[in-house]
């Protein structure tokens, strides 16, 4: 089933392919942080220098993080700039390669003639022993190692060089062969950049893997936490000393918090004239129904198979995919009627969008969250949540996969975020 989405460039695209001094290089770093070599002579890599093929190996997702609060990323070359990060332990992963790539780009392209980049991202935390410790990660220190202690060797080369000009140390035939050494190990490099100062970012909201998945918002009325996991949320919620509020992310509650503090928004009106809309009901549709006589692709594409189907469904499910429609209707006459009296609250979770006020990363992070919730609109569930969408894409109906996949591959050449 994969297989399609890679045949449509949808699945492990746009990775940098490593092989011979790269892979060598690359296996430098790994011992920098203290890990075994990779066994592979090849293998590919993305912008943080993560390699689908390494994770398989080791066995671990993660590999290049030293505990939950200590991730690392790796450049061998310069062709990892403007790619994807495919597997963001944070939500700013990618803002932080990005970051990198726009401060040194000169330097990157001179020290990865012959040698690599270990960058560690430090949070002035050494591990984190409870969620709240999130609270605390405002600001991250983006320092830099580079292999074979090129910075040491270019200082020992310009001595060498400055040595050789002194009196009549050209004929020095010692001092030649410590040149010629030099030269033929790290090349020239006396103009080459190869100084890398320490890059301090802010931080704001953001998610993380760490605690089994945690949206941190805090740029809005009140501190919120996030929990994906129901245990870690349940041990959580018995701390009375930090001031936060703490949802897990199936509590309904949450959906009027996000409206109310401003991070969401909900106009039923609006979101029933939306494509993202048609979207959401179809999947509904598709999860409610099984007995096609044609191509799901077919049914969705036609207004009028669509509509014979929706038909065949049970008076109660047939309310359900088509409560938005209903309620719209009839609150042109029921000024009074609750939306809560008629729309699915699943249509409610699933029709939320960023508040407009937002900025754009901030958008980004609560369409992250709001797929969370309720992975409705299989468009923006790739966009934003691609490890879910994976996961769902497994599940569905081979002639529904075929449908999604044309969908995003129309989307992508017109609005992709």
Known sequence: M???????????????PVSGSLAKRYNDCLALLGMQPTKL????????????????????????NLGEANSNAIIVSPMQEGKPVHNPFH??????????????PQEIRDITKDAAICVQ?????????????LLQYKKITLSFTITHDLQNKQKEQKELVATFHEGNNFIDLQLHEKLLESAKSYGDLRHRKLQLEPIVLDIGSFYTKAFGGIFVLRDFITDIIVFEDLEIFQKAIKDTVHDVTLFHVSHNELTSTLVNHLIADFDIKKAAKTERYARIKKQFFIENFSDFDHPIKEVLDSPFLFKKYINELDEETQKKILSVEIYNQRKIV?????????????????LLEPHSSLE???????????????????????????????KAFKTWPESYQDWVIDCILEHNKKDQP
């Open 121 to 133: 991202l430090d949070q002035n935390i050494d591990a984190y022993y409870a969620p709240f410790d």
């Open 41 to 64: 002579t090849s293998f590919s890599i993305d912008a943080m220098g993560w390699s689908p093929e390494i994770a398989e190996e080791m066995k671990e997702p993660f590999y290049l």
């Open 334 to 350: 029921e000024r009074e009627l609750n939306i809560s009296d008629v729309v699915a609250l699943e249509y409610t979770k699933a």
């Open 91 to 104: 939500s700013f992963d990618r803002n932080i390669m990005e970051a990198i790539f726009a401060a040194y």
């Open 360 to 390: 754009e990363e901030q958008k980004e992070l609560i369409w992250r969250l709001l797929t969370e919730m309720i992975p409705k609109d299989p468009l923006y569930l790739y966009w934003y949540n691609k490890e879910e969408f994976y």
């Open 2 to 16: 994969i297989d399609k989405l890679k045949a449509a460039g949808l699945f492990g695209g746009a990775l940098v």
